[in-house]
């Protein structure tokens, strides 16, 4: 499968190769004027040529540009250089080309010419006298003489049989291996270079086993063009073939074992073969093909049970087999076992260009004037070589004003053939996945996929997760970076398939995108209940509607309704009581529809609304199937209500409500809700209890006139990050304990945070930013943390200005970070239990911007990295080991004071198993530690006034 022959263009169909004396005007003539007789297009030498030693340039390209070279061996064509010249350059063509060699033995024994007996014996030996110094060119001519022996080939001896019988039987097998080869593949394609010798690199014609290779994207890109061609490409190489085009139609038309029977009539020659089932086909198969090299290619399955009749499994065929599947669905060839496979992508823009132009007007070079219409298709067709075709072939020699026109009326209603090719794969869904199909190519094309299913499980009323699945695997859709995707004119094949359900009346169709129909629907009032989905785009219309707010009380049928425009200015009258899905921006009025009772309603989102109240929610009713509330971004409501009535609410949002002042006591106890989102309500004061025991995620920043956390009524175990930005609460409260799987909490901007009573205990990291009151951080305060629970591994405490005291530092603490804490004087870490048989965890100790700090003390032995920087009061280190260690108790290795200011004189006891010491800016004493440990090598880096000494002990 070499790469240099993809260019297969073969010139001659047969190469003749002979003794022009022994059977030019007997045999070989005979048989040339057959095969021209049949329209097998000969190469011979003209008989006038003078030959000389060597064959010439022409003659070498002649037998390139063969397809199959006929080796006619008579008594004397040993005797020929020239001939034997030729033999090696057709066999050294059979691995380069893929050229195949059919020999001929005429009157000749096939053992004397592979052991070079009797004529060609002597006709060596006669080279060997001439040729003494080239002993080479001998060697190559007996390997070439041995090697086509060894070929099946025919055998001539007069009497046998009567020759013009003999010439008949070269006729049919010439005739055979020629018909049985090349497919039509149109000679104007473009970008299939590329994506053939993907396919071959992936049929590996090295490996002697049986391989399945699969080929699969949307209808139109090209696949049964790429099985073709690599088909073409490679047939040489195996002993039976077959290409068994349009499986998925001829199965459904004619049955599988119509199929079989193709196979075998294709394969073996046996037409008139009996098969009673599927299951008596497939042993005659296996039979009958296990022991052949066989290239199969089967195209357009789109079923199983299409795979499993004709090419159950590799067991089935002989070594070196290959077998191509081209299919629209990726999971069939998981469910296949088929691990190799290529996915076929579109044309790049460059490709799409070249084959547009070619396509409409057979030249590559088109007028400039046409350049612009020529990108609008491109555009179009997004790469879809099907499309570009169709197209280009329709507007052959259309004026621009034409093409225009035409691609305007594209752009509205698909071509049907294009359309046709496409639907395939939409008509083999299921009726629950055409429908999942339609609402994302109709309304959700490029929103992300968490979203959709969202959305798509609330208005179905079931799990899109597989129906999903189904349409990546058959190429209809993908998900690239959590986003679903569509090809464009798959997007326009599934709109297309709406549009016909009412091509005329919008309000007849089952969903509505289109802003114009949505608008001509809701203005002129011929909403029906065949409309189930409607979804109006902010970006894509910003006219103002004229409407009298009554167009949706005939849609009783209505699931999911969602505006993200504000160009309704006007609410409406009536809300149908079927929706599921109401998601409103901008909604203009300042309360829902008095008759509206949404008992089916699952999500409600009015975000940026002008709603005031939410009576629709104080009623008595019991909304058992919400999930969804969000009005964030809502300025005129005043208070969240009373939410009993809707007990299974599971997310909950109203974020940037600035006028929000109350909310409800009945939100802290819906037991359901896992998300609570309340950031940015900038006038809310106070929060109520909370007891949300299945609450995940609780936000409550941004909230600036908040003054106190809510209290914390029960254990809440799934809320485990909290983070509180600029609030003005107080303190925290010691429920706040309550939140026993609480892993990581941080305060910032909390200016008028004065203490902390309580933290939760399995907390891990714990943060306080920019809290300009708290005075004072003593952990040995906390009850939670008892000596039996220490977890808490990251301590980071910033910008706190007015903090003058860190105490009680837990053991359990790998990370103390202690940043622009301009108030610190002194940090005490001897007041620890540091010289226990507990032993103290505290890895990294970083002090830094803490401009007031004079002296730090008593840093404990587990110590690995001690960074001090910008601290310019400090005048006292002590890193002294108790006396009761060695210096191998220390692990400490980098020490960093950099930019301490002129106060730092002194850093007492640096351990010899120190690895860096760095004081950049600091002016200090201190001698080189002695004593290292034995074989270590210690770099101090000793920067004093910016002066670099670097020492090395031993």
Same mark, same amino acid.
């Given at each position: 499968?070499?790469?240099?022959?993809?260019?297969?263009?073969?010139?001659?169909?047969?190469?003749?190769?002979?003794?022009?004396?022994?059977?030019?005007?007997?045999?070989?003539?005979?048989?040339?004027?057959?095969?021209?007789?049949?329209?097998?297009?000969?190469?011979?030498?003209?008989?006038?040529?003078?030959?000389?030693?060597?064959?010439?340039?022409?003659?070498?390209?002649?037998?390139?540009?063969?397809?199959?070279?006929?080796?006619?061996?008579?008594?004397?064509?040993?005797?020929?250089?020239?001939?034997?010249?030729?033999?090696?350059?057709?066999?050294?063509?059979?691995?380069?080309?893929?050229?195949?060699?059919?020999?001929?033995?005429?009157?000749?024994?096939?053992?004397?010419?592979?052991?070079?007996?009797?004529?060609?014996?002597?006709?060596?030996?006669?080279?060997?006298?001439?040729?003494?110094?080239?002993?080479?060119?001998?060697?190559?001519?007996?390997?070439?003489?041995?090697?086509?022996?060894?070929?099946?080939?025919?055998?001539?001896?007069?009497?046998?049989?009567?020759?013009?019988?003999?010439?008949?039987?070269?006729?049919?097998?010439?005739?055979?291996?020629?018909?049985?080869?090349?497919?039509?593949?149109?000679?104007?394609?473009?970008?299939?270079?590329?994506?053939?010798?993907?396919?071959?690199?992936?049929?590996?014609?090295?490996?002697?086993?049986?391989?399945?290779?699969?080929?699969?994207?949307?209808?139109?890109?090209?696949?049964?063009?790429?099985?073709?061609?690599?088909?073409?490409?490679?047939?040489?190489?195996?002993?039976?073939?077959?290409?068994?085009?349009?499986?998925?139609?001829?199965?459904?038309?004619?049955?599988?074992?119509?199929?079989?029977?193709?196979?075998?009539?294709?394969?073996?020659?046996?037409?008139?073969?009996?098969?009673?089932?599927?299951?008596?086909?497939?042993?005659?198969?296996?039979?009958?093909?296990?022991?052949?090299?066989?290239?199969?290619?089967?195209?357009?399955?789109?079923?199983?049970?299409?795979?499993?009749?004709?090419?159950?499994?590799?067991?089935?065929?002989?070594?070196?087999?290959?077998?191509?599947?081209?299919?629209?669905?990726?999971?069939?060839?998981?469910?296949?076992?088929?691990?190799?496979?290529?996915?076929?992508?579109?044309?790049?823009?460059?490709?799409?260009?070249?084959?547009?132009?070619?396509?409409?007007?057979?030249?590559?070079?088109?007028?400039?004037?046409?350049?612009?219409?020529?990108?609008?298709?491109?555009?179009?067709?997004?790469?879809?070589?099907?499309?570009?075709?169709?197209?280009?072939?329709?507007?052959?020699?259309?004026?621009?004003?034409?093409?225009?026109?035409?691609?305007?009326?594209?752009?509205?209603?698909?071509?049907?053939?294009?359309?046709?090719?496409?639907?395939?794969?939409?008509?083999?869904?299921?009726?629950?996945?055409?429908?999942?199909?339609?609402?994302?190519?109709?309304?959700?094309?490029?929103?992300?996929?968490?979203?959709?299913?969202?959305?798509?499980?609330?208005?179905?009323?079931?799990?899109?997760?597989?129906?999903?699945?189904?349409?990546?695997?058959?190429?209809?859709?993908?998900?690239?970076?959590?986003?679903?995707?569509?090809?464009?004119?798959?997007?326009?094949?599934?709109?297309?398939?709406?549009?016909?359900?009412?091509?005329?009346?919008?309000?007849?169709?089952?969903?509505?995108?289109?802003?114009?129909?949505?608008?001509?629907?809701?203005? $002129? @009032?011929?909403?029906?209940?065949?409309?189930?989905?409607?979804? !109006? *785009?902010? %970006? #894509?219309?910003?006219? &103002?509607?004229?409407?009298?707010?009554?167009?949706?009380?005939?849609?009783?049928?209505?699931?999911?309704?969602?505006?993200?425009?504000?160009?309704?200015?006007?609410?409406?009258?009536?809300?149908?009581?079927?929706?599921?899905?109401?998601?409103?921006?901008?909604?203009?009025?300042?309360?829902?529809?008095?008759?509206?009772?949404?008992?089916?309603?699952?999500?409600?989102?009015?975000?940026?609304?002008?709603?005031?109240?939410?009576?629709?929610?104080?009623?008595?009713?019991?909304?058992?199937?919400?999930?969804?509330?969000?009005?964030?971004?809502?300025?005129?409501?005043?208070?969240?209500?009373?939410?009993?009535?809707?007990?299974?609410?599971?997310?909950?949002?109203?974020?940037?409500? $600035? @006028?929000?002042?109350?909310?409800?006591?009945?939100?802290?106890? !819906? *037991?359901? %809700? #896992?998300?609570?989102? &309340?950031?940015?309500?900038?006038?809310?004061?106070?929060?109520?209890?909370?007891?949300?025991?299945?609450?995940?995620?609780?936000?409550?920043?941004?909230?600036?006139?908040?003054?106190?956390?809510?209290?914390?009524?029960?254990?809440?175990?799934?809320?485990?990050?909290?983070?509180?930005?600029?609030?003005?609460?107080?303190?925290?409260?010691?429920?706040?304990?309550?939140?026993?799987?609480?892993?990581?909490?941080?305060?910032?901007?909390?200016?008028?945070?004065?203490?902390?009573?309580?933290?939760?205990?399995?907390?891990?990291?714990?943060?306080?930013?920019?809290?300009?009151?708290?005075?004072?951080?003593?952990?040995?305060?906390?009850?939670?943390?008892?000596?039996?629970?220490?977890?808490?591994?990251?301590?980071?405490?910033?910008?706190?200005?007015?903090?003058?005291?860190?105490?009680?530092?837990?053991?359990?603490?790998?990370?103390?970070?202690?940043?622009?804490?301009?108030?610190?004087?002194?940090?005490?870490?001897?007041?620890?239990?540091?010289?226990?048989?507990?032993?103290?965890?505290?890895?990294?100790?970083?002090?830094?911007?803490?401009?007031?700090?004079?002296?730090?003390?008593?840093?404990?032995?587990?110590?690995?990295?001690?960074?001090?920087?910008?601290?310019?009061?400090?005048?006292?280190?002590?890193?002294?080991?108790?006396?009761?260690?060695?210096?191998?108790?220390?692990?400490?290795?980098?020490?960093?004071?950099?930019?301490?200011?002129?106060?730092?004189?002194?850093?007492?006891?640096?351990?010899?198993?120190?690895?860096?010491?760095?004081?950049?800016?600091?002016?200090?004493?201190?001698?080189?530690?002695?004593?290292?440990?034995?074989?270590?090598?210690?770099?101090?880096?000793?920067?004093?006034?910016?002066?670099?000494?670097?020492?090395?002990?031993?």
């Amino acid at each position: 499968m070499s790469s240099s022959s993809i260019s297969y263009g073969w010139k001659y169909d047969v190469f003749l190769s002979f003794r022009g004396s022994d059977t030019r005007h007997g045999f070989t003539g005979h048989l040339y004027k057959a095969l021209l007789d049949r329209g097998i297009y000969t190469f011979i030498d003209n008989e006038e040529l003078q030959r000389g030693e060597e064959i010439t340039p022409s003659l070498v390209k002649a037998i390139e540009d063969s397809r199959i070279g006929i080796l006619v061996f008579s008594k004397n064509y040993a005797s020929s250089t020239f001939c034997l010249d030729e033999l090696v350059h057709i066999l050294a063509c059979v691995k380069e080309k893929g050229t195949m060699v059919l020999p001929v033995f005429y009157e000749v024994d096939p053992s004397d010419v592979r052991h070079q007996r009797g004529s060609y014996e002597e006709a060596l030996n006669k080279h060997k006298e001439k040729f003494n110094d080239d002993k080479e060119k001998l060697q190559k001519w007996r390997i070439a003489l041995r090697q086509a022996a060894n070929l099946s080939g025919y055998h001539f001896k007069h009497g046998n049989e009567n020759e013009y019988d003999f010439v008949g039987k070269i006729i049919k097998e010439v005739s055979r291996r020629i018909s049985r080869t090349h497919l039509h593949v149109a000679n104007n394609l473009v970008g299939l270079e590329s994506r053939v010798l993907h396919v071959t690199s992936l049929l590996d014609d090295k490996y002697d086993g049986v391989l399945m290779v699969g080929i699969h994207g949307i209808g139109g890109v090209g696949k049964t063009t790429i099985a073709r061609e690599v088909y073409n490409l490679i047939a040489d190489q195996f002993e039976w073939l077959c290409f068994l085009d349009n499986v998925r139609e001829n199965s459904i038309k004619h049955g599988l074992v119509h199929l079989q029977k193709t196979l075998l009539s294709k394969t073996i020659g046996e037409s008139s073969i009996k098969l009673g089932s599927v299951h008596e086909g497939i042993p005659i198969i296996k039979h009958r093909f296990h022991l052949k090299k066989v290239l199969l290619v089967v195209d357009d399955v789109d079923d199983l049970d299409q795979l499993q009749a004709i090419v159950g499994g590799t067991d089935w065929f002989g070594s070196g087999s290959r077998v191509i599947i081209t299919t629209r669905d990726k999971h069939l060839l998981t469910c296949h076992g088929v691990t190799s496979t290529y996915e076929v992508d579109g044309l790049n823009k460059e490709e799409a260009l070249k084959l547009l132009s070619g396509t409409a007007f057979k030249i590559d070079k088109v007028d400039p004037c046409y350049m612009r219409i020529l990108n609008r298709v491109v555009t179009y067709a997004s790469g879809l070589p099907l499309a570009l075709m169709v197209i280009g072939s329709n507007l052959f020699g259309k004026s621009i004003e034409e093409w225009e026109s035409s691609i305007d009326q594209y752009e509205r209603i698909p071509n049907k053939k294009i359309q046709d090719v496409l639907k395939v794969s939409f008509d083999s869904l299921e009726e629950d996945e055409q429908q999942i199909f339609l609402d994302i190519a109709c309304c959700f094309k490029g929103y992300a996929l968490t979203y959709v299913k969202e959305i798509l499980s609330t208005h179905h009323n079931f799990c899109p997760e597989y129906a999903i699945g189904v349409l990546i695997d058959k190429s209809l859709i993908k998900v690239d970076a959590d986003r679903v995707i569509l090809h464009d004119l798959i997007e326009d094949m599934g709109k297309e398939i709406v549009r016909q359900e009412s091509p005329r009346e919008p309000g007849k169709r089952s969903r509505l995108w289109f802003p114009d129909d949505i608008v001509e629907v809701l203005e $002129e @009032n011929k909403g029906t209940s065949r409309i189930q989905m409607i979804t !109006l *785009d902010y %970006l #894509k219309y910003e006219a &103002a509607v004229e409407w009298d707010g009554v167009a949706f009380k005939e849609m009783n049928n209505l699931k999911t309704l969602i505006i993200r425009s504000g160009c309704l200015h006007e609410g409406p009258i009536h809300l149908p009581n079927s929706l599921r899905v109401l998601e409103w921006k901008v909604y203009p009025s300042p309360s829902l529809p008095i008759d509206f009772n949404p008992k089916k309603l699952v999500i409600l989102k009015f975000p940026y609304s002008c709603l005031m109240s939410l009576d629709v929610l104080k009623s008595k009713k019991i909304f058992l199937k919400m999930r969804v509330l969000n009005f964030n971004d809502c300025q005129y409501i005043r208070e969240i209500p009373d939410l009993y009535g809707v007990p299974n609410l599971q997310e909950l949002s109203f974020c940037n409500c $600035e @006028n929000l002042i109350k909310i409800h006591e009945s939100v802290g106890f !819906l *037991d359901k %809700l #896992k998300i609570l989102y &309340a950031e940015g309500c900038s006038k809310l004061m106070s929060f109520p209890p909370i007891k949300l025991t299945s609450l995940e995620i609780l936000q409550l920043s941004y909230c600036h006139s908040l003054e106190s956390f809510p209290e914390v009524l029960g254990k809440m175990e799934n809320v485990t990050s909290l983070d509180i930005y600029g609030t003005v609460i107080k303190e925290l409260p010691f429920s706040i304990q309550n939140l026993t799987r609480l892993r990581r909490l941080e305060l910032v901007r909390c200016e008028n945070l004065e203490q902390i009573r309580g933290v939760p205990p399995n907390l891990e990291t714990f943060s306080v930013k920019d809290c300009s009151s708290l005075k004072d951080l003593d952990l040995t305060l906390l009850p939670s943390w008892t000596k039996e629970r220490h977890l808490l591994k990251e301590l980071r405490l910033h910008g706190n200005k007015n903090l003058q005291n860190i105490k009680g530092i837990q053991l359990s603490i790998e990370v103390l970070s202690v940043e622009y804490c301009t108030s610190l004087k002194d940090l005490d870490l001897t007041l620890l239990p540091s010289w226990t048989k507990e032993r103290h965890l505290l890895k990294e100790l970083h002090l830094h911007g803490n401009k007031n700090l004079q002296k730090i003390k008593g840093i404990p032995l587990s110590i690995e990295v001690l960074s001090v920087e910008y601290c310019t009061s400090l005048k006292d280190v002590d890193v002294t080991l108790p006396p009761a260690c060695t210096q191998e108790c220390c692990i400490l290795s980098t020490l960093f004071f950099d930019a301490c200011g002129m106060n730092l004189h002194e850093i007492h006891g640096i351990p010899s198993i120190i690895r860096t010491c760095s004081a950049r800016g600091c002016q200090y004493s201190t001698s080189v530690p002695t004593g290292m440990l034995l074989n270590k090598v210690a770099t101090f880096i000793c920067i004093l006034l910016d002066i670099i000494h670097v020492f090395h002990v031993t």
